[in-house]
């Protein structure tokens, strides 16, 4: 069951037709324009406060991706040239000129696969969905049963059940448990179809970017930097930042996001 969620202050919310799909979107702030892609399970509400930190410098545009939030959840299109397309689509649709893009995990991946064929103004991509060439923990049929599962068990939990089990509290918690409960079974496709390694998109990037990346010891660390020596930009690590880098450590990746947006001349 969808529960929904109070449209955050200064955000103005529509939709889009995107690669065949209606996509729901939403804006907020002024200066030149961001598109913004949330991550698996989530929703572009679920990252308020970095949308908020970034619209103070951008006319940030959020949206839903498809099986996500209140985008549509067709059948088919799971796969990340579907996920490219919806994402080029919506830039399209909203008639956005070589805009900067932040992406999260799924978002992060898409959104550096974009790259390589968009002419886009920036980049910053947060913890990319296989970022490196590692072995799946999960076959794809095994992937696509435990989204399908999962989905179909928060949709038989209340808002408190699904909020109660998320790390944090509040609002936060409160805007994730929503997302859970938004998620389309339909999405058990793009668990299935996984995701290309997007560190080797990187060498056809030309726009300056910026990656941040969990906390990893010194190890895992060199090799990731050597993975991003393709970019224009550089990759950092957040200390003490899990997988939500931003929402794990906020003051320290925003600072780095601001630093990047400043010394690249991005906004």
């Known amino acids: 069951m969808r529960r929904p969620l109070r449209l955050p202050d200064g955000w103005i919310t529509d939709t ?24 698996f399970y989530e929703s572009a509400r679920c990252r308020r406060p970095v949308v908020d930190a970034l619209a103070e410098q951008f006319t940030v545009h ?15 299109g799971y796969g990340m040239t579907d996920r490219v397309a919806d994402m080029r689509g919506v830039i399209a649709a909203l008639g956005l000129d070589s805009p900067a893009v932040y992406g999260h995990s799924m978002g992060a991946a898409t959104a550096a696969w974009l790259a390589t064929g968009t002419d886009l103004d920036a980049l910053v991509l947060e913890d990319p969905a296989r970022f490196a060439d590692s072995e799946p923990p999960m076959a794809a049929d095994e992937r696509r049963r435990f989204v399908r599962e999962r989905v179909y068990e928060w949709r038989g939990q209340s808002l408190a059940e699904r909020s109660g ?57 060199q090799t990731e930097r050597r993975r991003a020596e393709p970019l224009d930009g550089s990759l950092v690590h957040v200390d003490g930042a ?26």
Not at 69 to 75: C, I, K, S, V
């Open 165 to 221: 089990a998320l790390d944090g509290e509040g609002e936060q918690a409160r805007r994730c448990a929503v997302a859970q409960g938004e998620c389309d079974p339909r999405i058990e496709h793009l668990a299935r179809a996984g995701y290309p390694v997007t560190s080797e998109a990187f060498s056809d990037i030309d726009c300056p970017t910026l990656v941040l990346k969990a906390d990893a010891d010194d190890s895992v660390r």
């Open 242 to 267: 899990g997988h939500t880098v931003v929402r794990d450590k906020f003051d320290a990746a925003v600072g780095e996001i601001r630093a990047f947006i400043e010394q690249r001349g991005v906004a």
């Open 62 to 76: 959020a949206y839903d991706a498809r099986g996500h939030g209140h985008t549509d959840a067709p059948a088919t």
């Open 16 to 39: 889009v037709r995107a690669n065949g799909i209606t996509v729901r979107t939403y804006r907020t702030g002024t200066g030149p324009p961001l598109l913004f892609a949330h991550g």
